[in-house]
């Protein structure tokens, strides 16, 4: 029987179910790119929470083509733009409406543009004019696009800009305060380069489709739900700690950048299935410090608040903010269970493992026998089982 209840009236089962939905969604993105895991999972977080993202990097990193990966998956209308120097307004916001011009109307056409999009990629988006930026705040801060006599609710879920590096010019301050989480990418590391350059062997794989009869958009809608009713009660004065700690440290986080902040800490609880915010989910604050430096202090400052965190659908993301024991065991035991059940799929003649083996040694090299969690331990037994059978 389908389930006819509104968002706001789903149950924690069913939030877990849209939870574990968003997770794999974010796993099949992540195929066929290296180390931009966190990248793809950081959308997702902030598609749930209702915030916008920066990405920052070098060129040829990957950032487009992860979030391309996410957007496909998600579903739903997609914008994506290089934005340059000499951008018009009218190429991401839409052309003057002609017959409203005959008429003595200014109005403009936004179909198929920024303003109808529910997930949009900005490229190199502090390139834009004065013009295109301005309009793009508004849009960005209050989802609704005003232009002309135009004036339309925006449904956009989230927008995602990327850049070479943060601008210097304190004229773009404002807007680039409108990105709430920062994520930095650096090339694949060496230790990846083995599989780095094998999937560079590869054709390029498509951008994959949703699953058969997976209803994405409505897992967003019912978990950013939840995500606004969330019960942060609990967590309110761990959060305030850790942003005491983070301004008396010299991170910036100003009054907005503080509250918003909640969103994600919500938006986070949620994608573990919970309908209320614990110490488990403070490792989304260090996405809130504004540079690279600053994101390396927040985390370093506030390692005893979030020595415990981790997230079931966004175990990269969570490792690598957070550097907790916790999130490893939630990423190595997600990772595992993703390597088993690709190994059964194989056909007869074939196996992977010398994947199977390292997933072990990463087990093995980061735990303790006597100290293994206890879904950990149960990979780890099927992992021996398998390489010993391989």
């Not at 990097?57 to 733009?81: C, D, H, M």
């Not at 990423?331 to 190994?343: D, I, N, P, S, V």
């Not at 003649?349 to 994947?355: C, V």
Request: proline content about 6%; some cysteine; aromatic content about 4%.
């Amino acid at each position: 029987m389908t389930d006819t209840r509104t968002p706001a009236e789903a149950p924690p089962a069913v939030l877990r179910q849209d939870a574990e939905l968003i997770a794999a969604a974010v796993t099949a993105a992540g195929r066929g790119t290296v180390d931009r895991e966190t990248v793809a999972e950081v959308v997702a977080l902030c598609a749930v929470a209702g915030e916008h993202l920066l990405v920052v990097g070098p060129p040829g990193t990957a950032k487009s083509q992860a979030v391309r990966r996410v957007a496909g998956q998600l579903g739903g209308r997609y914008f994506e733009y290089l934005l340059g120097r000499f951008t018009e307004p009218n190429e991401l916001f839409g052309p003057v409406d002609l017959r409203g011009l005959r008429e003595g109307r200014v109005e403009f056409e936004t179909a198929g543009m920024l303003p109808e999009a529910e997930i949009a990629f900005l490229d190199e988006v502090f390139l834009g004019s004065t013009a295109v930026l301005n309009t793009l705040l508004g849009l960005l801060n209050e989802r609704v696009f005003r232009r002309g006599g135009t004036v339309l609710a925006s449904p956009l879920r989230v927008c995602v800009g990327a850049a070479n590096h943060l601008p210097e010019d304190p004229a773009l301050a404002a807007f680039a305060d409108r990105f709430l989480a920062r994520v930095f990418v650096e090339p694949v590391p060496d230790a990846r380069l083995e599989e780095l350059l094998e999937t560079g062997r590869r054709p390029a794989a498509p951008v994959p489709a949703p699953a058969d009869g997976a209803d994405l958009l409505g897992a967003l809608d019912r978990l950013t739900t939840a995500a606004r009713a969330c019960d942060l009660d609990g967590v309110t004065p761990l959060l305030a700690t850790a942003l005491r700690r983070l301004r008396a440290a010299g991170v910036p986080v100003g009054d907005r950048r503080a509250v918003r902040s909640q969103r994600l800490v919500a938006a986070a609880a949620v994608l573990d299935g919970r309908t209320a915010a614990t110490a488990r989910d403070l490792w989304v604050l260090p996405l809130i410090a504004p540079t690279a430096d600053t994101q390396t202090l927040a985390r370093d400052t506030l390692g005893d608040l979030i020595e415990k965190a981790a997230n079931e659908s966004l175990a990269h993301a969570a490792e690598e903010l957070s550097r907790s024991t916790a999130a490893r065991a939630e990423r190595l035991a997600r990772t595992g269970a993703a390597l088993l059940a690709e190994h059964r799929d194989l056909p007869e003649g074939r196996d992977s493992r010398l994947r199977l083996e390292a997933a072990l040694r990463e087990i093995d090299a980061g735990f303790d026998p006597a100290d293994l969690p206890a879904a950990l331990a149960g990979i780890r037994a099927e992992l021996v089982a398998a390489v010993s059978s391989s």
